[in-house]
């Protein structure tokens, strides 16, 4: 029979870690924290571009720079930047993929859209000065 994990020889090169539920809480956090930020974050910064022109000219070009980037060249940029034990490029992590994959739909959903349902407002009583 055997007594423990240190004894299966297929799970000899797999480093366990002690700490407990505690620690796996505080690891999950990090990503948690990261899921909580990145959507609404991206959703406004979206929504922004796709109806201020000016901020649109502005950062659509660097959206779409990190669209092509997968974010595993980003990883180690970030591990030199933050450290390897470093919190912080976990959560970067999720935030940035968040940011680029949902501010991109959104912004495009943003100029699909809005135009039609301006001019629907304005026909109900609303000015363009209005926000939307």
Known sequence: MISGWDNI??????AFQSGGILSALAYTSVTVTGVAIGPPLASSFGAVMGRV???RDLLSFPLLLLGTVP???LLPFM?????AS???VQ???VIAFALV???AV???ATEDIGARYVDYATCLGASRADPP
């Open 91 to 93: 959560s970067a992590l």
């Open 106 to 108: 959104t912004q495009q």
């Open 101 to 103: 994959t949902v501010a």
């Open 79 to 83: 591990l030199i930047w933050f450290g």
């Open 53 to 55: 022109d000016a901020i």
């Open 71 to 73: 974010l595993l060249v």
């Open 86 to 88: 470093s919190r912080i």
């Open 9 to 14: 020889p297929s799970l000899q090169f797999v």
